[in-house]
């Protein structure tokens, strides 16, 4: 299907992928502002509207917000990361202007009342609770913050107690004057659409929005090698060992996934069969990559007993070792690309997939990647990439640890 592509005159992008064989559509509006773009003393704001921006407008209540997509058979939610905040919703095909109007009526309408704000700051700072309370959680926010250091990608998305009971309705009004611009502002929409209604909501709902430039880069995040281990009354040690990784604009890009993949994304993967399947020292073991703008991570994690953290440790890099020296066999390599092809055409069937591939290919590369494109990029991943790319970043020099165990 051909993806359709405009632009208005403040700026505002619009993707629109038409999916004609199915009863609905996946709608998300975009802004390409994250914790990263968070001033020194603004940590955590950036989420805190993304909460606020559900609470009511002049002409919708929280709840009539939630029951003008929900009454209607969709849903509705939001997401904040590093780089980008995005309120998206899912609609049956005779309701995606509805989801539009709603969506664009809580992202330039809401009333930020300074009770309401003060509430919901309550409520985020329950979440920051709650997450302190899950180490198996923690322990992935701390390793960037100490990884990272003052750098803006290793800030917390989710900010402070403090930082977050301080803002006022005059600080997020600031915040979102500066950054929800038409420069950073996105509508992507894919399933069984019609192009022209689309854009004609778009320019409806969306024009008025103060046009600004996108957002300047930032310097790529050059990680230091430490470990820190956090003591908490826990049962198990929760972990993450990690390096830098690529950014999104690196040509390494498909190296990483597979590097990834074959390390820790799987059941089959090294880690998973040598810790856990022949050993049994972990429930839980895996890696990630983290692909960003600016760079990017490398993890492994997992949570294993405080008298077996020292062999999952070595075990860990031993497989990095590997890595290094010989890479993946042939058959491994196939196999390891078969799967992240697989993987990637199937999450395709999802219009919530397709929405949000297509909204991060235009906010980041301003253009349609084809699929063809990206699996023949997988195709062409050769063991010389895997090996160069796990020697650049798998040093022993460079890797930094940090856990949260009973110390």
Known sequence: MSIHRVTLSNGVRIVVEPIPYVRSAAIGLWCKTGSRHEHESEGGITHLI?????????????????????????????????????YYCRALSDHVDNGIEVLSDMMRNSQIEPDELKREAQVVIEEIKRGEDEPGDHVHELHLEHRWGKHPLG???????????????????????????????????????????????????????????????????????????????VEQVHFCIGTDGVSIYDQDLYPMAVLDASLGGSMSSRLFQEIREKRGLAYSVGSYSLNYAAGGAFTVYGGTSPTNWEEVQQLVRAEFDKMMVSGLGEEELAKTKRQIAGHFVLSLESMSSRMTRNGRNELNHQREIPLEESLAKIEAVTNEDVRNLANRILDERLISTTAIGPF
């Not at 996105?186 to 046009?211: F, M, R, T």
């Open 50 to 86: 993304e909460h606020m921006l559900f609470k009511g407008t002049p002409t919708r209540t929280a709840k009539q917000i939630a029951e003008e997509v929900e009454g209607r058979g969709g849903s509705l939610n939001a997401f904040t990361d590093k780089e980008v905040t995005c």
């Open 155 to 233: 800030k917390p998305i989710i900010g402070t107690r403090e930082s977050v009971a301080s803002f006022t309705q005059s600080d997020i009004r600031a915040y979102m004057d500066r950054q929800y611009t038409g420069g950073n502002v996105l509508l992507s929409v894919a399933g069984n659409v019609d192009v022209e209604q689309i854009v004609i909501q778009a320019e409806k709902w969306l024009s008025d929005i103060a046009p600004g430039a996108e957002n300047p880069s930032v310097d790529r995040p050059h990680g230091t090698q430490a470990k820190n281990e956090i003591a908490k009354d």
